[in-house]
Each structure stands twice: as structure tokens, then as C-alpha cells.
């Protein structure tokens, strides 16, 4: 079954569906996504392009990490 992330859904969200994200996004720079309390909250408002905007992380990067690991991307 192919893994397919829609960028515009929340991180919580992303993050429920594959946990397997989370090291993933911790590596790029989002540190407080391993805070269960952080991702419970925030995360269930924040997109990947709000939190990209946010920390100064080029989303691009973030894209190409992805895909780099397997899954699709849908903007």
C-alpha cells in the first residue's frame, strides 16, 4: 500500500497515520515533535508548510526527505 502524506492535513494527523514520520521530522529540525504534549496540541492545527515557515525549514527539503523514505507527496 503505498504511504501518501498530504501536506495540508495536520502534523497530529500525518503523525497518527505513520508514526514512522516522527524520527523523520525530528532529524529535519522539528524537535518538539517527539513531546507527545507539543504534537497532541499544536500538532493538531500545524500543516507541514506552517511548521516548515515557522522553524525556517526549507519545505522542499522536507519533501525531498520524504519521498527519499518511501512516500508520495500530495501539496
Known amino acids: 500500500m503505498p504511504k501518501v502524506l498530504n501536506i495540508q492535513q495536520p502534523v497530529f494527523q500525518l503523525c497518527t497515520e505513520y508514526p514512522e ?3 523523520i521530522m525530528h532529524q529535519l529540525g522539528f524537535e ?8 497532541k496540541t499544536a500538532g493538531r492545527v500545524m500543516t507541514l508548510p ?7 525549514i526549507s519545505l522542499e ?3 525531498k526527505t520524504f519521498e527519499n523514505n518511501g512516500f508520495t507527496i500530495n501539496k
Open 21 to 23: 514520520i516522527i524520527p
Open 32 to 39: 518538539n515533535i517527539t513531546n507527545p504534549t507539543m504534537l
Open 50 to 56: 506552517n511548521g516548515c515557515r515557522m522553524k525556517g
Open 61 to 63: 527539503t522536507v519533501i
